[in-house]
Structures are given as structure tokens and as C-alpha cells.
């Protein structure tokens, strides 16, 4: 690493609640990969993406916050540039010295970003030696500098990607058994693969949230104002059809906080999903519910969980998240591996300070359900690993810097054509953390 220049992907797509951070896990994530490479002799030119900007400047949407962020936590300054690109970025990157770090302003205010534009990444290329893509959170997406510039340079996963790929393989792969998944937030639509791809591995799925009453709906209950997809019942019940005939247990919620509106100060209580009422909104699973899921996960070796059981947000409806987060806790310390993704569900267990009990946290939401349903991820596929599934994928462009010697030359030749197409693997998974309301 000594002198290399080092162009690095980061995911710092952190939630911002009136400019300030709300959740810096993603930056924490991202430390050690960039302390190696500081402390390995290089120069690192750090890219992320902020939010969905959608090609334009957007002041909200600025990076300075996630490297003020940084620069607390490695106690190195982290200047940012005003622009991922432009005079004044050239200038920056030509002056850093070894052991110097840069943050490109939010690379998405470029429209050539989230196309994958040849052109654009070869300018963020050009600010770089090698590529190391860390971006773990952003590696379903196919853009410009998750995919594009490897294209252009040599190029490694760093050590977030790394954790992240084996916590998640050894889960799909070799579990402890039983092994339970617990699925909550807003929607089904978006889950539907990763929940037939996890019916596939696990012995028992807990449902929550908001897609838990498309689940009740399928199963023959009506849900009254509670946010469930119409549309995605069929599918629902599809996914329960397949449980049993696997011997798949599920356990839908079999009680529920119900309230007037979905509001903070609203009326609310609890019922039976036997009998919701028509005019009130599901917003908690309710506490028979809760003493069922604690007694389900009791001889439970492996847990994933993903995604808010409740209407989160609002502290009286966000009981059961708090109480699945405890019973986490208690399974890790008994033993349990237990790996939690979503920023909802990981926000929970941070606010009752147990986060670090855990197996894993994955700073992926789209990304760690888009690799849980055994779908190549774009942002690792072009970055080959020796021993990897990636190994046999299609390879952009490889050229491993010899120990002791120089970064191999930057490809002269001919323009290579991206060969993953922007948005082929982009859905709009609007999230995977999204409230219920
Ligand atoms: C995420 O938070 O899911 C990633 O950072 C990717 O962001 P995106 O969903 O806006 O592409
Ligand atoms: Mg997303």
C-alpha cells in the first residue's frame, strides 16, 4: 500500500435528521478499512453516495457531516472537496501526501453516478492507483463508483465487504440449527424473493410489521386500516403454502397494539388478530405476541433479523422491536449467533445500548436481502476474490499489485463498456427499513 493512491468506496449513506447524523454505524464500519490503508503507507480518496439526489446539487445532501463524523473517530481531518470531481478536486488529490485522506463530495450529485457512466468513472479513476470498494451497503447498486471504475483501475473488496460476505455466507451456509428468521417493516413487495430464498433455510420464520398483515390478510384475517398489500397477498400465500409443505413453522402475530391513527398521542389498544377492528390501524405486535415469539426463539441457535416490528418511530409502538432486541441480546450472550440488518432494527438495539452483542450488524439493508436471496451483487461480481463465488464471474479488469512493487499501469487502451448495466439489478426497493406508516 506504501504510496499508493487508494480510490476508495464507502458506503456513508447515514440517516440525517435536520443535518445531523442519526445513525453513524456505517461510518464506524468503514474505520477500519480506512485505518489499514492510512496506516499502510497509502493515500485514500474516499467516495460515497448520500441519499437520492437524483443528479443534482442538493445542500441537504452534502458530505460534511459523515467527515466531521470520521474525523472524530479516527482523529485524522478529513477535508471534503465541493465536488466529486472539477479543478479544484484534481488539485486536492495531487497534493495528498501518504497517510492523507480526502471525501469527495457525494459522488450521486453527478447524474453519470447512478448511470454508470463510462465517462464520469473514468474521471473518478483517474483519482486513484487501485479501487477498494467497501461499500457493502451500496454493493447492489451498478453505478459509476461501485462498479464503473473498476473498469479502470485494479481493483479489492476491503475488510467491511469481507465481514460482511462470510457473516452472511456462513449463515445461508452452514447455520446452527434451528435456525429462525424474523422478517418485519413496512412491505412485502421487495421481500418476496428473500422470503422464498429464507423458507428454503430456515426452520422458523416470525413475521412482524407491516408485513405481517399482508400475511394475516392472506391467511383469512381481515386487518382493518392497517397498511398490508393488496396486491401482494397471492404471494403471501404462496410463501405460506411453501412453508408447510417444507415443514416450515411461521408465527404470525396472534395480538396486536391497534390505534386510531398512526400518530405519536393517538388512542390505542390491544386486540386479537382474530377480531382487528375495521376502523383502527395495526401499528405493534401486541404481548401474547411478543411472549410467543420468546418462547419460539428459545431452542433457537441462529437468528437473522431484519426490519422494525412496529410503527418504530413512535416510542409507544415500538414495545415489540424493543422486546425482540433484549431477547437478541439474551440469545447472543446464551451463545446464539445472531446477525440483525436494517437500520430500524439495528436503531433499536442501539438506543438500549446492546448493539454490540451481536454476531453481526449489517450495514446492508437492500444489499444483505439482495445477497440472502442468493443474488450476485454488481459491486462484488467486479471485484474478483481468489477462493470467492465471485471468482468466476465476469471480470472486468484484474491486475494485482506485486508485493514490494508498483500499482500495474492504468489501462490505455480502448474504452471498456461497463458490463453490468446500470439499473439491471437496481429495483426500487424503497427500503428495507421503511416505517410502517
Ligand atoms: C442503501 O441505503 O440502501 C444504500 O446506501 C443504497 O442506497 P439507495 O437505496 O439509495 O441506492
Ligand atoms: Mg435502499
Given at each position: 500500500m506504501q504510496g499508493q493512491r487508494v480510490l476508495l468506496r464507502v458506503d456513508f449513506n447515514v440517516p440525517l435528521s435536520d443535518g445531523k447524523i442519526v445513525d453513524d454505524s456505517r461510518i464506524r464500519a468503514a474505520v477500519p478499512t480506512i485505518k489499514a490503508l492510512l496506516d499502510g503507507g497509502a493515500s485514500v480518496v474516499i467516495m460515497s453516495h448520500l441519499g437520492r439526489p437524483d443528479g443534482r446539487v442538493v445542500d441537504g445532501l452534502r458530505l460534511r457531516p459523515a467527515a466531521e463524523r470520521l474525523t472524530q473517530l479516527i482523529r485524522v481531518n478529513v477535508p471534503t472537496t465541493g465536488d466529486a470531481l472539477g479543478v479544484g478536486t484534481d488539485d486536492a488529490v495531487r497534493r495528498l501526501r501518504p497517510g492523507e485522506l480526502l471525501l469527495l463530495e457525494?459522488?450521486?450529485?453527478?447524474?453519470g453516478e447512478e448511470r454508470n457512466d463510462p465517462a464520469f468513472a473514468e474521471r473518478l479513476a483517474s483519482y486513484g492507483d487501485v479501487f477498494v470498494n467497501d461499500a457493502f451497503g451500496a454493493a447492489h447498486r451498478a453505478h459509476a463508483s461501485t462498479v464503473g471504475v473498476a473498469a479502470y483501475l485494479p481493483s479489492y473488496v476491503g475488510l467491511l465487504m469481507e465481514q460482511e460476505v462470510e457473516a452472511l455466507s456462513n449463515l445461508l451456509e452452514k447455520p446452527a440449527r434451528p435456525f429462525a428468521a424474523i422478517v418485519g417493516g413496512g412491505k412485502v413487495s421487495g421481500k418476496v424473493a428473500v422470503l422464498e430464498a429464507l423458507i428454503k433455510k430456515v426452520d422458523l420464520l416470525i413475521l412482524g410489521g407491516g408485513v405481517a398483515n399482508t400475511f394475516l390478510v392472506a391467511s383469512g384475517r381481515s386487518v382493518g386500516k392497517s397498511l398490508y398489500e393488496s396486491k401482494m397477498v397471492d404471494d403471501a400465500r404462496r410463501i405460506l403454502k411453501l412453508a408447510q409443505d417444507r415443514g416450515v413453522r411461521v408465527l404470525l402475530p396472534v395480538d396486536g397494539v391497534v390505534a386510531k391513527e398512526v400518530t405519536r398521542g393517538t388512542e390505542f389498544k390491544v386486540v386479537s388478530t382474530d377480531k382487528l377492528p375495521a376502523s383502527w390501524h395495526m401499528v405493534d405486535l401486541g404481548p401474547a405476541s411478543i411472549t410467543a415469539i420468546r418462547e419460539a426463539l428459545a431452542p433457537i441457535k441462529t437468528i437473522l433479523w431484519n426490519g422494525p416490528l412496529g410503527v418504530f418511530e413512535i416510542p409507544s409502538f415500538a414495545v415489540a422491536t424493543r422486546e425482540l432486541a433484549k431477547v437478541a441480546a439474551e440469545k447472543a450472550d446464551a451463545g446464539a449467533t445472531v446477525v440483525v440488518g436494517g437500520g430500524d432494527s439495528i436503531a433499536a438495539l442501539r438506543q438500549l445500548g446492546i448493539a454490540e452483542k451481536m454476531t453481526h450488524l449489517s450495514t446492508g439493508g437492500g444489499a444483505s436481502l439482495e445477497f440472502l436471496e442468493g443474488r450476485d451483487l454488481p459491486g462484488l461480481a467486479v471485484v474478483p476474490t481468489a477462493g470467492s463465488p465471485y471468482e468466476t464471474l465476469p471480470i472486468v479488469y484484474v491486475a494485482p499489485v506485486k508485493p514490494g512493487g508498483k500499482a500495474a499501469p492504468r489501462r490505455a487502451a480502448a474504452k471498456p463498456k461497463p458490463i453490468i448495466k446500470p439499473s439491471a439489478l437496481d429495483d426500487e426497493d424503497d427500503d428495507e427499513s421503511d416505517p410502517l406508516a
Open positions: 457525494n459522488v450521486r450529485f453527478h447524474a
